[in-house]
């Protein structure tokens, strides 16, 4: 029934007809068909009574009208099926385009992948470590449109461009400081890994202008062959050319206790010589408790005594009586020597 479509689109009825509203605001239309001009009443704007008139006075225009108003529809349902179809198309596209992998050179991408190289190195942790299958499985769930590089590429490219990255942000805290410093010293050290690597360390210390003490470890790098004086001294020489750290001020060298670490200093023009008071201090007390007789045999019982209290609850108690009695008596003594 045509009757039926009016409520879903907007009928073509009303070109056979004039829309006029009466003095009570009733809308009423009034029939354009030749000489017709018959009012019909069409309350709340429905038009089951014009295609009334229609069909009992008017029978070609009611079977025109019908079959355009069908046409019509027809459109209209065809456009709004396709709008839903496209609507449809596009939620699937964007739910695939969120899924998709972000390219390397994506914004978010490189922020998550420096922050993995910051933990590799701060951690000290292995580059493949990205490639274990806890960390791959932590990053899906955290972020799964972040495809985690290879090791290879950490370790090539991401950490080495972090090191060059904080280098050069060190050199120029340095530099500004350096304006105005009279002096700097430098700490170096040899020193063997657990899997017999070789290596040297080279570490800054100055005062700033505001009298604040900075301290900087610029260099932990490898020393393979031999350690001698002349090598020590050429890799100190490397470092600080390497940093650009002035030459014309007075520079201090502090050093342990290593004859190859004297001979360096030895050879050096441009460097104050300074033994570590630690590291001696540290030798002379090994000497000496390597020379008393039956001193580990005084060590071993001293442990067991302080295991002893340690561990024992009322022993604990009992020398902090003993202790708070001693105390005392001392301080009845003292009063009593100095009364006299």
């Given amino acids: 029934m045509a009757d039926s479509n009016d409520g879903n689109c907007r009928s073509i009825v009303w070109e056979f007809f004039s829309r006029q509203k009466t003095n009570g605001n009733r809308i009423i239309g009034i029939c354009k068909i030749g000489t017709c001009k018959l009012p019909v009443q069409c309350p709340t704007g429905a038009t089951t009574g014009l295609y009334a008139h229609l069909r009992a006075a008017h029978p070609k225009a009611h079977k025109e009208c019908v079959a355009r108003n069908e046409e019509n529809c027809k459109r209209k349902l065809a456009e709004q099926k396709l709008k839903n179809e496209n609507k449809k198309q596009s939620k699937v596209d964007d739910l695939f ?14 922020a998550i992948t420096n922050s993995v190289g910051r933990m590799l190195a701060l951690d000290m942790l292995p580059y493949d470590f990205v490639e274990g299958r806890g960390f791959k499985e932590l990053m899906k769930l955290m972020e799964p449109q972040y495809l985690v590089p290879s090791r290879t590429t950490f370790s090539r490219s991401v950490v080495s461009e972090l090191y060059c990255s904080v280098k050069q942000k060190t050199a120029n805290e340095i530099y500004r400081d350096f304006e105005d410093i009279p002096s700097y ?9 657990r899997a017999q690597d070789q290596f040297i360390s080279f570490c800054l210390s100055y005062v700033s202008p505001e009298f604040e003490l900075k301290t900087f470890a610029l260099e932990n790098k490898p020393f393979p062959g031999e350690h001698t004086g002349e090598s020590i001294l050429e890799s100190l020489d490397k470092n600080i050319d390497s940093w650009g750290l002035p030459r014309t001020v007075s520079i201090y060298a502090l ?18 010589d300074l033994s570590c008071f630690d590291h001696t201090l540290q030798l002379t007390i090994n000497d000496a408790v390597s020379e008393i007789d039956g001193m580990q045999t005084v060590l071993s019982k001293s442990r067991r005594i302080v295991s002893h209290y340690h561990h024992s609850c009322q ?17 009845e003594l003292i009063i009593n020597v100095a009364t006299m």
Avoid at 97 to 110: L, V
Avoid at 260 to 272: E, G, P, T
């Fill in 185 to 193: 010293s430098f700490t170096t050290d040899l020193w063997t890994s």
């Fill in 97 to 110: 385009i969120k899924k998709a992998h972000w390219s390397s050179s994506h914004p978010n991408a490189i």
């Fill in 255 to 272: 050093r342990d206790n290593g004859s190859n670490m004297k001979s360096a200093m030895n050879l050096s023009q441009s460097f104050y």
């Fill in 315 to 331: 022993a604990s108690q009992n020398l902090h009586r003993e202790q708070k009695r001693l105390g005392k008596v001392e301080r």
